[in-house]
């Protein structure tokens, strides 16, 4: 089993920054990928950002520029500096992960859910 334990969320005004953290534990052999997904209220699930392996990234086109996706290999966590936050940020954020297990199966997690409100 693999838990994705996200923390980092909360209210902050428009224009300033908030950073996510996500934590991969449990029965991991190695992890590929790495991500960010965020729903808001009645809208569907959402890329954010993903990152591989080897660092490589990408992006929503409606946070280019202003989120940050990185992570740190050898601890199994991943995190997400976002910036001149908008209202329309606004949404609960998943942490993904696609990956290895030590069953030598393959698996995608989720996490929790961690709930950024942007105020105007």
């Known amino acids: 089993q693999v838990w994705l334990v996200e923390s980092g969320g909360g209210l902050v005004q428009a224009g300033g920054s908030l950073r996510l953290s996500c934590a991969a534990s449990?029965?991991?052999?190695?992890?590929?990928?790495m991500g960010w997904y965020r729903q808001a209220p009645g809208k569907q699930r959402e890329l954010v950002a993903t990152?591989?392996?080897?660092?490589?990234?990408n992006y929503a086109d409606s946070v280019q520029g202003r989120f940050t996706i990185s992570r740190d290999n050898a601890k199994n966590t991943v995190s997400l500096q976002m910036n001149s936050l908008k209202p329309e940020d606004t949404a609960v954020y998943y942490c993904?992960?696609?990956?290895?297990?030590?069953?030598?199966?393959?698996?995608?997690?989720w996490g929790q859910g961690t709930q950024v409100t942007v105020a105007s």
């Open positions: 993904a992960a696609a990956l290895m297990t030590l069953q030598a199966t393959i698996a995608r997690s």
């Open positions: 990152i591989t392996g080897d660092r490589s990234t």
């Open positions: 449990g029965s991991i052999y190695i992890i590929e990928a």
